[in-house]
């Protein structure tokens, strides 16, 4: 073997999370050779760092507050979660870090893993370096998709780095639980690490810079998320900003704009993302380094015909089940291109468009109370210039809300445009709402007219008869 070994392949993938591998999945099952280059743990992001130990960690705690809420039931919950038992099982979720069974699947669908850092080194060339300092040169005849993701943004605080805060990473993966924490930030990750290490046993304080939580969705959502964190003794401070932050004999103290000073044992920046892209090699094929990917709807890259980025790097929707759709359309639109099955300017093309990441991209919030949204918010519907009407339901008038959990609390919004008679967004705040989250997005995605939506019948009693209520409130 040479120092730079030159390989050929159809397809070259770079990033081996959740993207990556349905990319090289949909491009094998075409019959395409494929390569896939990592330079962490395959199966990225979402198996070890995100979604997965995340959810580990949020789901005792909603089980709880779920039984608590059950008559007969709620006296035998009243105690503490053991903390050591749910990070255990989170540590069995993310497989104790190690990606054995990831690598085993890439092996299975016949896609050559490469370990190592990627660059592209000009059209349709990766030199991947590998952990022995080796350089191998991989071609693409096809296609390369860059699938890098997301890492957390940090603010530009001095000396921040030197004081070792927590990103996403280190809020999914600690080991113990800090007795107090200090998270910045009102978004998903903020709340519901929020809500996950206030259950474990830390005291939570959350400091938001801007009016309330959630703040890409409905109002109420953030207002009913903020409302259960305070009754579960979080401190919540909005209009607050960081001034410094800074470490004192282990403690980390920080001063906030009002020269407030919090004293704490970790503190937790989740202060939005930015993409994985500043040393990929971007400036060999004329791209800015750290940059966002701009993309048409077959995923590819604007001016180039050969590059493909899908996923968080291209800034459409950073959330796992969008990048997950967007690299099964990328994968079956490279085949297509390859085979020549369609011809060039034929665009957009057909199956093989991500469409669904402009008007029905779904999203659930696993705090209690869970919050889910899909399509458009009223305010969002209005800036587009669409005459719509918002309904509203209090959850707690459905019958199977009631039988769900004793006093339960949610509400439900719909947002329904009076030209065309369809809706446009749908957003569910309550327990157990996560699930019906699917129902709504078939709705907005499909563009069912109102008219046949009462011809959808939710069973009885289910809190999905909420659509029925809905529809009501909408016909008045």
Not at 293 to 314: E, F, I, K, M, Q
Request: glycine share 12%; net charge negative.
């Amino acid at each position: 073997m040479t120092e730079t070994e030159s390989i050929e392949y159809d397809v070259v993938v770079i990033g081996a999370g959740p993207v990556g591998e349905n990319v090289a999945d949909r491009t094998r099952a075409a019959g395409l050779s494929t390569a896939i280059v990592e330079s962490e743990l395959v199966g990225g992001e979402c198996s070890y760092w995100a979604c997965m130990p995340s959810k580990a960690l949020l789901r005792p705690v909603i089980a709880r507050a779920d039984a608590r809420r059950v008559p007969g039931l709620s006296q035998s919950v009243q105690g503490p979660l053991d903390a050591p038992a749910v990070l255990a099982h989170r540590d069995e979720y993310t497989s104790h870090w190690k990606d054995d069974g990831q690598v085993q699947w890439l092996e299975g669908i016949g896609a050559e893993l490469y370990r190592g850092r990627g660059r592209l080194a000009g059209p349709r060339r990766v030199v991947v370096t590998g952990p022995d300092g080796k350089e191998r040169v991989l071609t693409a005849r096809h296609a390369v998709a860059v699938c890098t993701g997301s890492r957390a943004a940090l603010p530009d605080l001095p000396g921040l780095a030197g004081i070792r805060p927590w990103t996403s990473r280190e809020a999914t993966s600690a080991q113990e639980v800090p007795g107090r924490l200090v998270v910045v930030g009102g978004g998903v990750v903020a709340v519901e690490m929020a809500t996950a290490w206030q259950a474990l046993g830390a005291r939570v304080t959350l400091l938001v810079r801007g009016k309330g939580l959630l703040p890409r969705m409905e109002p109420f959502a953030g207002e009913l998320v903020a409302e259960a964190l305070t009754e579960a003794g979080a401190e919540l401070r909005t209009g607050t900003s960081v001034e410094s932050v800074t470490r004192e004999n282990g403690t980390v103290v920080v001063v906030t704009d009002a020269g407030d000073r919090i004293e704490a044992d970790e503190i937790l920046f989740a202060t939005g993302r930015a993409p994985r892209t500043d040393d990929i090699g971007l400036e060999t094929v004329g791209l800015r380094p750290g940059s966002w990917l701009p993309v048409d709807d077959s995923l590819r890259v604007t001016g180039h015909d050969w590059l493909y980025a899908v996923g968080d790097v291209n800034h459409r929707a950073l959330l796992t089940h969008q990048g997950k759709y967007q690299a099964r359309i990328a994968g079956a639109a490279i085949a297509a291109r390859a085979s020549g099955e369609a011809a060039e300017g034929t665009e957009p093309w057909g199956a093989h468009a991500a469409t669904a990441d402009h008007a029905a991209v779904p999203q659930v919030v696993f705090t209690d109370p869970e919050a889910a949204a899909v399509g458009l918010s009223l305010a969002e519907a209005e800036q587009a210039g669409h005459r719509v009407r918002a309904v509203d339901v209090d959850l707690s008038s459905v019958a199977g809300a009631g039988l769900y959990a004793d006093g339960y609390k949610g509400r439900a919004r719909m947002v329904v445009d009076l030209e065309d008679e369809i809706v446009r967004g749908v957003t569910l705040v309550g327990p157990g709402v996560g699930e019906l989250i699917h129902s709504a997005t078939v709705a907005v995605a499909g563009q069912v007219p109102i008219s046949r939506l009462w011809h959808a019948v939710p069973s009885y009693p289910t809190i999905s008869e909420v659509w029925l209520r809905l529809l009501e409130a909408y016909r008045g």
